[in-house]
């Protein structure tokens, strides 16, 4: 079975400046969700995806953050204008149902540095 | 919102020795996970614990999920430098159909051969 599978693995870009990422969940997997991980701390949830509807996206800073999954499968999260603040590794993950233990596997994830 | 605490933030052991870690939260969970990250990857599960009380092994890990539902330990026997990585906690709690995932600062383990 393939993995989730993410891309790019690394951008850099200049404050003010936006920047997408992309995740492809594992086939067949309903629920998918974005995490920002910022160095020394554990992942943080910002969204939360039920097929191709939002379930959860209350910690997701909406004045910057976006994030869409159509047809309920790929999904991209975009920062517009990105801030320093902002630099962190940005993982994706998916499971069958959406309850984590029973299958929640996490994407390498994307290293976004802000200068 | 809901915060974990997880001790200690980093280890630096000898190989073959025994480790322990643990996570205490002011809220209640009714689920505790454990996760190991390497770096350049993402968090992968290594045990999951349901019940209050529990004690459940993986190989060398063991966890405990406390009795109060507000703490958890993971214990790693017999260390090996492939132990190295960093091992985060992560309560699940749910409200209605959805379900959230709180995750500790994480243990820095450092396992010198």
């Known amino acids: 079975e393939a993995g989730v599978a993410q891309s790019p693995r690394y951008k850099i870009i200049e404050k003010r400046q936006s920047v997408a990422f992309w995740c492809n969940p594992i086939s067949g997997h309903a629920t998918l969700y974005w995490y920002q991980q910022i160095l020394g701390q554990g992942p943080k949830l910002l969204i939360q995806f039920q097929n191709n509807g939002v379930v959860d996206d209350s910690q997701l800073p909406k004045d910057r953050f976006s994030a869409e999954r159509l047809k309920g499968v790929d999904s991209t999260l975009k920062i517009q204008p990105a801030k320093l603040e902002d630099s962190a590794v940005y993982l994706c993950a998916s499971s ?4 984590p233990p029973t299958g929640y596997t996490f994407g390498s994830g994307t290293r976004l540095t802000v200068v | 919102g809901q915060q974990l605490n997880q001790s200690p933030q980093s280890m630096f052991i000898q190989e073959g020795e025994d480790v322990s870690m643990n996570c205490t939260s002011s809220s209640i969970f009714n689920t505790w ?10 968090p992968v599960l290594l045990i999951a614990l349901y019940k209050a009380g529990e004690l459940t092994s993986n190989g060398r890990l063991t966890a405990q999920f406390g009795i109060t ?12 430098p492939s132990d190295v990585g960093i091992y985060f906690c992560a309560g699940l709690s749910s409200g209605g159909s959805n379900y959230k995932l709180t995750f500790g600062k994480g243990t820095l383990l450092t396992v010198n051969p």
């Not at chain 1, 069958?96 to 309850?99: H, K, Y």
């Open chain 2, 69 to 80: 539902r507000k703490d958890s330990f993971l214990n790693i026997s017999a260390s090996i």
């Open chain 1, 96 to 99: 069958l149902e959406p309850v």
């Open chain 2, 33 to 42: 996970l454990w996760y190991k990250q390497d770096p350049g990857e993402g």
